[in-house]
């Protein structure tokens, strides 16, 4: 079974950096995409950020300029680099795959991100 494990949320203050990492229990060209996606109290699940097999990469415009997606591929992991970071970016953040197969998808627990003002 394919497993993400995500790391690296926390607190931080507004202007501040994190590095959300996401690691699969299998190479991350078994998946067409990987995605992180948030949801914060009250509002729906929505996609941050998205990275395919090969390496095109699309933004949220909340976050574009802000965020940036990248992978390693010898650690099988994928990243989040968010800078700049806005009391309107506190969610949980999850790391999601796309399989190959249409209608597979693998969704991690989850990591608190929390921007104080």
């Known amino acids: 079974q394919v497993q993400l494990v995500e790391s690296g949320g926390g607190l931080v203050q507004a202007g501040g950096s994190l590095r959300l990492s996401c690691a699969a229990s299998t190479s991350i060209f078994s998946f067409n995409a990987m995605d992180w996606y948030r949801q914060a109290p009250g509002n729906q699940r929505e996609l941050v950020a998205r990275i395919t097999t090969v390496g095109d990469t699309n933004y949220a415009d909340s976050v574009k300029g802000r965020f940036t997606i990248s992978r390693d591929n010898a650690k099988n992991t994928v990243y989040l680099q968010m800078n700049s970071l806005k009391p309107e970016d506190t969610a949980v953040y999850y790391c999601?795959?796309?399989?190959?197969?249409?209608?597979?998808?693998?969704w991690g627990q989850g990591t608190q991100v929390t921007v104080s003002s």
């Open positions: 999601h795959a796309s399989g190959r197969t249409v209608g597979r998808y693998y």
